[in-house]
């Protein structure tokens, strides 16, 4: 049986699972299932499921796919992971009612997890958003999010982690607001708790080396005589809709960054390469547009690979944005290095079977 605090503790490659549709639109099994056994043959540590880069319009009653993609999901996992530790996560959304029922289907699926989502919050106050997390928590292990704004999260406060890392059942912390001020105001009020069981992971595509090499400044906590420093803290790994594509290198990068943090000094190198990965994700999540082709762009680089069919969304409005996929040949053609096309090539027979 999976060790799942200590499992995401050790520091894994979690991909934000897509969504293979065909040309009209509808799940495409093939290429769903060969997306999870890219996952696992890549060394991805685990997957999330029914999160933003899944779209979260497979809830919607005209679609009905929530159940169903996770349990594919599910399904091709275990098959693929066989006796190797993978963590399966699922995205919940809306309000509690909704969340519950949603943690309820992840449960009956054999999820470890669920991302809770609070963009459905966003005019509620601290403790309101407390009382929904610890209900959700008493349903599934909970893995805490912080969104950023511009994909539909909000701001949260450091008060706010500090109370959420009091829940029992929190596992781990997605840090996703694109922002290095609030990125710290999580990684303090984890530290601050004492809680050295709850797992922190970045979210942040715009600085993902940066995150997971910096090893966050000790703190006391406390005054006066009962003062206590805390231990440094780091970023354990990533969940990241980057890490959906370019997978297999994504791992490397983890195993070379965990190699690193072990050493007195950094090598300079790491600005360069932390750079070239950013400059990737600029142009695979379309932030000259705001992030309106972040999906889209993401199918672009799978549909190269041979992994996913078209890059077809559930609202026909989400397209590739003019530009981006010759943003994407440039940064490929920059950084080759960066991405997995010859390991996709090897293994995409098998996948696809």
Known sequence: MLDVRRH????????????????????DERSQRALTRYYVAAGAGGIAVGVHTTQFAIRDPRHGLYEPVL?????????????????????????????????????????????LSLAAWREASDEEMLV????????????????????????????????????PNVVAVKIAPFNRYQTGDVVRAISDSGRKDIALYS?????IVMDLLTRFPRREVGGGAAAVETEPVHIAGGLLGHWSVWTHSGVLLLDEIKRARRKAHLSADWLTRAAAITEMN???????????????????????????????????????????????DRVIRIHPELTDDAFVAEGLNEWMR
């Open 203 to 207: 979210g942040n595509d715009d600085s």
């Open 132 to 167: 929904h997390c610890r209900e959700v928590a008493d349903a599934i292990p909970l893995f805490g999010f912080y969104l950023q704004p511009a994909v539909g999260g909000r701001a949260l406060s450091y008060e706010f982690w500090r109370s959420f890392a009091e829940i």
């Open 8 to 27: 995401l503790l050790e520091g894994q490659v979690i991909p934000a699972h897509p969504l293979a549709l065909d040309a009209d639109r509808r799940l």
């Open 71 to 115: 349990a594919l999901a599910a399904e091709a996992a275990g098959a693929a992971a066989g006796s190797s530790p993978l963590v399966t996560i699922a995205g919940l959304v809306g309000r509690t009612a909704q969340a519950l029922r949603e943690a309820r289907i992840a449960n009956d699926l054999g999820y470890h997890a669920g991302l």
């Open 282 to 328: 600029g142009a695979l999540f379309d932030v000259r547009n705001n992030f309106a082709g972040s999906i889209p762009g993401i199918h672009e680089v799978l549909r190269r690979q041979g992994l996913m069919q078209g890059t077809w969304c559930l609202d026909p409005c989400e397209t590739l944005s003019p530009g981006q996929a010759q943003e994407i």
